[in-house]
Nanobody, 117 residues
Framework: QVQLVESGGGLVQPGGSLRLSCAAS????????MGWYRQAPGKQRELVAI???????NYADSVEGRFTISRDNAENTVYLQMNSLKPEDTAVYYC???????????WGQGIQVTVSP
């Protein structure tokens, strides 16, 4: 059974930082591309960042230079370090894993990040 357990969300002031974690179990972690997505109220879910098993990364333009995605293959965990947070970063953040073949893909339950004074 595949499980993705997210942690690290919460309330932070603008300019602050948070670090999200997603611990995966039930998969061969090294065969999966890991990603973070987010969904703000009334908006579609969007890609935030992805990282391959070889640790190549890609970021949404809106977070480039502020967020850093990383992975620990030994701990089956992917991280999202979020710095210089803005109110528009407020959303539910979802961990995603996708096999290198393109399927299957799995989602975490989502974790709230709120950036507010």
């Amino acid at each position: 059974q595949v499980q993705l357990v997210e942690s690290g969300g919460g309330l932070v002031q603008p300019g602050g930082s948070l670090r999200l974690s997603c611990a995966a179990s039930g998969i061969n972690f090294s065969l999966y591309v890991m990603g973070w997505y987010r969904q703000a109220p009334g908006k579609q879910r969007e890609l935030v960042a992805i990282i391959t098993s070889g640790k190549s990364t890609n970021y949404a333009d809106s977070v480039e230079g502020r967020f850093t995605i990383s992975r620990d293959n030994a701990e089956n965990t992917v991280y999202l370090q979020m710095n210089s947070l803005k109110p528009e970063d407020t959303a539910v953040y979802y961990c995603n894993v996708q096999h290198v073949r393109g399927f299957p893909t799995y989602w975490g339950q989502g974790i709230q990040v709120t950036v507010s004074p």
